[in-house]
DNA sequence: CTGTTAGCGCCTTCAA
DNA sequence: TTGAAGGCGCTAACAG
C-alpha cells in the first residue's frame, strides 16, 4: 500500500490534480475558499503526504542541503553541523551528511552523490590538504564542484578554499582567521613569559594545521622570540597524546640542575592538547607547573577540563550557519554576514606557576 | 545550464535510452560490450551523473536514511550519528539529519519530511518521554510513524519505543538495558563502602533518566542499602550543575564534626556527571576526597577528564549502526545482531579516598 | 540483446 | 479561477 497521491486527493475532493496541487503546495492564490476547504480534508483524510522526489524532479531543486565533513563525532564537527542543521531550518531544507575521512576521492564521491539528489547547496567543512599525494585527488574534487556549480549547485568551503578550484559562481569560502588567531595567542602567550615554546602539528601540508603554525611562528617572532620546534603528528588526540610523551621525556631529562625554562606547548586543536596533556600528566607531570598547554577551537565539551585549557575560541555554530546561509544566497542579509572572528583565551593551563594558588581556577 | 540526462547520453552513443539506463545503472547483464563502452564513455564526456530523484521516483524507493536526534552537537548522538552514517555508508545510502529538542511533535514533522522524501527507514534516537504533556503530541508522532511503516518504511528507535505506537511491521527498537546497568553500577559502587548516595536524574517522565534512575536504586536495595534521594533537574549538563552546587552546600553543611559519610553521586549521564563534578570543585569540594561522581555513557570525549570519571560504557557507535541495519531488513544477518550490552567502568572519580595515593590514575 | 512504450507523482504553461 | 496537457529524468514492462 503505497502513500496516496496528489491526484488520489484530488478526485476524492472532485477536483483536477492541478488545483489540488495548488491548494497543498502552490504559492499562487487560491481563494476557491470552498473547493480549498475540501481539498484540505481530503488531503487529510487520506494522510496525503507530498512526495518530494516527484516536487524536486518536476521543479528541479531539491530542498536538500548537503554536508561534508571529516567524522560527525568529532566535537569540531558536531558544532558546525549544528550551525548547519540550524541554518537548514530555517530554510525549510534539510541537511544530508556525509563523512569522509578527509581523503579527497571521498569527498568528491560524497559531492557527486549530493549533485545526484540535486542538493540545493554543498557545505564542506573539514580542512584542506596541499600534500602531493592528494594533488590528483583535489584535482578531481575540484572538477567536480565546478561542475556542481556550473549547474547551478552553491558551495561553500569552509576555512581554505578547495586547492585547484576556480572561482566559479556560486563558490563560497567561509574564510576562518587561523593564522591571525595564531599568531595573537602566540603574543599573548609570548608576553611577560621566560619559556621554551613547541607546537604540536598535524601532518604538514593540512592547511588549519599549517596555518596555525605559521601564525604562531610569526606572534612569537614579533614579540622577539625565536622560532618554536615543530612535532608533526596525527591531528587527532591520538596524535597529541604522542608527541606529549615525546616531550615528557625531554622535560623529565631537563629537569636536573640545569637552569631550564618552562615549556610551553601549543597544540594546533584542543584535542590534540587534551592528547599531550593526558600524555604529560601519565608521566607524572602537572600543568601548568611543569609545562603550560594550549589549544585551538574552544570546543565546548572539553571546557570542564581541568586544568582549564586556554585556547581560541571559535565560533564553530555560527561558522556552520553562515556557510549554509551564504551557499543559500544573498536572500537574507544583502550586507553578507559578518567575517567569521576567534577570540584568544587563556585559562589555567598556561598560568604562570605561583606555586601557592592551587584554588585559582580560570 | 542544467546536467546532463541520460537521454542526452544515449543519443550521443547513438543507443536508446533504456540502454543507456541498463549500462549506467541497471543490475542485469549487458554484455553489449562494444555497446557499453559506447555509452560510458559518452556518459564520461558529459559528466553524466544520474539524477536520484528521478531514480527514486521510478522504482520508488530513495536510498536514503532519516535520522533524527535531540542536537548532533551532543557527543551522545554525535557518538550514535556516526554508527548510522557507517551503516548508511555499507547500504550505499545516504543520511538524512533532523534534529528536533526532545519535543514529539518536532519528531512528527522529521518523520513526515523523512516520508514525503520516501527515504527507506528512520532511526530514532533521542529518550522517549511519558509525560502527560507530551501525551498528544506521543499519540501523533505514533500516528505518524505507523502510517510510515504502513507505507513500506522501517523505523528503528533507540531505547525506548514510542509510546503507543503499535508494533507494527517494520517496526524495531534497539534496546539499551539501561536498568540493567544502572543497578549492576549501584552494586559495585555500594560494595565496601559506606557511604550516602544521590541520584541527579533528569525530568521525571524521561525513559532514560527514569530507567537509570530505577535500576540504580534497585541496585541499592539490593545490596542492603536505603533508597537514594532523586534531585530531578535538566538532562544536561547545565542540569547537573545546578544540582552539584545544591549538593556542595549539602556537603558543606555537614562537614563540622558530625561523623558524615562521603556522598557519592550518580548522575543519569557522563555530561551532567561532569556539570555536577564542576560544581563541586567551584565551591572548593574536590573528588573523590570529598564526594565520589558516577556517570552513564562513557563519552569519548570525556574520557581525559580528571578524575576520571566512573562510568558504564555503552556500545553507542554499534548502538546506532544496529539501528540501522536493523531497519535495513533482515539482509545481512539472520541471526540478528546480539543485544546491546553496556560495562560498568569504575575510575579514579568514584574511588575510596586513600589520603597519599595522590598520582593513581585510573 | 536492444528499442518502444508507459508511467512514477508532481508542477506548469496554456486554454477555457 | 479552474482544468487539460505536457514534461521533469529515469526505469520497467513489453515487443522486436
Same mark, same amino acid.
Do not use: W
Given at each position: 500500500?503505497?502513500?496516496?497521491?496528489?491526484?488520489?486527493?484530488?478526485?476524492?475532493?472532485?477536483?483536477?490534480?492541478?488545483?489540488?496541487?495548488?491548494?497543498?503546495?502552490? *504559492?499562487? !492564490?487560491?481563494?476557491?475558499?470552498?473547493?480549498?476547504? !475540501?481539498? !484540505?480534508? +481530503?488531503?487529510?483524510?487520506?494522510?496525503?503526504?507530498?512526495?518530494?522526489?516527484?516536487?524536486?524532479?518536476?521543479?528541479?531543486?531539491?530542498?536538500?542541503?548537503?554536508?561534508?565533513?571529516? #567524522?560527525?563525532?568529532?566535537?569540531?564537527?558536531?558544532?558546525?553541523?549544528?550551525?548547519?542543521?540550524?541554518?537548514?531550518?530555517?530554510? @525549510?531544507?534539510?541537511?544530508?551528511?556525509?563523512?569522509?575521512?578527509?581523503?579527497?576521492?571521498?569527498?568528491?564521491?560524497?559531492?557527486?552523490?549530493?549533485?545526484?539528489?540535486?542538493?540545493?547547496?554543498?557545505?564542506?567543512?573539514? *580542512?584542506?590538504?596541499?600534500?602531493?599525494?592528494?594533488?590528483?585527488?583535489?584535482?578531481?574534487?575540484?572538477?567536480?564542484?565546478?561542475?556542481?556549480? !556550473?549547474?547551478?549547485? @552553491?558551495?561553500?568551503?569552509?576555512? @581554505?578554499?578547495?586547492?585547484?578550484?576556480?572561482?566559479?559562481?556560486?563558490?563560497?569560502?567561509?574564510?576562518?582567521?587561523?593564522?591571525?588567531?595564531?599568531?595573537?595567542?602566540?603574543?599573548?602567550?609570548?608576553?611577560?613569559?621566560?619559556?621554551?615554546?613547541?607546537?604540536?602539528?598535524?601532518?604538514?601540508?593540512?592547511?588549519?594545521?599549517?596555518?596555525?603554525?605559521?601564525?604562531?611562528?610569526?606572534?612569537?617572532?614579533?614579540?622577539?622570540?625565536?622560532?618554536?620546534?615543530?612535532?608533526?603528528?596525527?591531528?587527532?588526540? +591520538?596524535?597529541?597524546?604522542?608527541?606529549?610523551?615525546?616531550?615528557?621525556?625531554?622535560?623529565?631529562?631537563?629537569?636536573?640542575?640545569?637552569?631550564?625554562?618552562?615549556?610551553?606547548?601549543?597544540?594546533?586543536?584542543?584535542?590534540?592538547?587534551?592528547?599531550?596533556?593526558?600524555?604529560?600528566?601519565?608521566?607524572? %607531570?602537572?600543568?601548568?607547573?611543569?609545562?603550560?598547554?594550549?589549544?585551538?577551537?574552544?570546543?565546548?565539551?572539553?571546557?570542564?577540563?581541568?586544568?582549564? %585549557?586556554?585556547?581560541?575560541?571559535?565560533?564553530?555554530?555560527?561558522?556552520?550557519?553562515?556557510?549554509?546561509?551564504?551557499?543559500?544566497?544573498?536572500?537574507? #542579509?544583502?550586507?553578507?554576514?559578518?567575517?567569521?572572528?576567534?577570540?584568544?583565551? %587563556?585559562?589555567?593551563?598556561?598560568?604562570?606557576? @605561583?606555586?601557592?594558588?592551587?584554588? *585559582?581556577?580560570?
Amino acid at each position: 500500500m503505497a502513500a496516496s497521491t496528489l491526484t488520489e486527493v484530488a478526485r476524492l475532493a472532485g477536483v483536477s490534480p492541478a488545483t489540488a496541487s495548488r491548494v497543498l503546495n502552490g *504559492s499562487a !492564490r487560491i481563494p476557491g475558499k470552498d473547493i480549498a476547504d !475540501r481539498v !484540505r480534508q +481530503a488531503a487529510e483524510s487520506l494522510g496525503y503526504i507530498p512526495n518530494a522526489q516527484a516536487q524536486g524532479l518536476a521543479k528541479s531543486s531539491s530542498g536538500l542541503i548537503g554536508l561534508i565533513v571529516h #567524522d560527525i563525532a568529532d566535537p569540531y564537527f558536531a558544532a558546525i553541523a549544528r550551525g548547519v542543521q540550524e541554518a537548514a531550518r530555517e530554510q @525549510h531544507k534539510m541537511v544530508l551528511l556525509a563523512t569522509t575521512v578527509g581523503a579527497p576521492d571521498s569527498e568528491k564521491e560524497a559531492v557527486a552523490a549530493f549533485a545526484a539528489r540535486r542538493a540545493d547547496s554543498i557545505v564542506i567543512a573539514g *580542512s584542506r590538504t596541499s600534500r602531493a599525494e592528494d594533488l590528483e585527488g583535489n584535482t578531481e574534487l575540484a572538477a567536480e564542484l565546478d561542475r556542481y556549480c !556550473r549547474n547551478g549547485g @552553491h558551495v561553500s568551503v569552509i576555512g @581554505h578554499g578547495i586547492v585547484g578550484a576556480a572561482a566559479a559562481d556560486g563558490y563560497h569560502v567561509v574564510n576562518v582567521p587561523n593564522e591571525e588567531l595564531a599568531a595573537h595567542l602566540a603574543t599573548e602567550l609570548a608576553t611577560s613569559r621566560e619559556e621554551d615554546f613547541v607546537i604540536v602539528g598535524g601532518p604538514e601540508g593540512l592547511f588549519t594545521s599549517d596555518d596555525r603554525i605559521r601564525g604562531f611562528q610569526r606572534g612569537l617572532a614579533s614579540a622577539g622570540l625565536p622560532a618554536a620546534d615543530v612535532i608533526r603528528t596525527d591531528f587527532t588526540r +591520538a596524535g597529541g597524546f604522542e608527541a606529549g610523551l615525546a616531550l615528557a621525556a625531554r622535560i623529565t631529562a631537563s629537569q636536573p640542575g640545569t637552569e631550564t625554562k618552562r615549556l610551553c606547548i601549543f597544540a594546533v586543536n584542543d584535542v590534540m592538547a587534551i592528547g599531550a596533556a593526558a600524555a604529560l600528566r601519565s608521566q607524572g %607531570l602537572r600543568i601548568p607547573r611543569d609545562a603550560a598547554v594550549a589549544g585551538f577551537d574552544d570546543i565546548e565539551t572539553l571546557r570542564d577540563f581541568r586544568p582549564a %585549557l586556554s585556547t581560541v575560541h571559535l565560533p564553530l555554530e555560527e561558522i556552520g550557519r553562515q556557510a549554509a546561509s551564504r551557499a543559500a544566497g544573498p536572500s537574507a #542579509d544583502d550586507a553578507g554576514s559578518p567575517p567569521i572572528t576567534g577570540q584568544v583565551i %587563556l585559562r589555567r593551563s598556561t598560568e604562570v606557576a @605561583h606555586p601557592t594558588s592551587a584554588e *585559582s581556577v580560570a
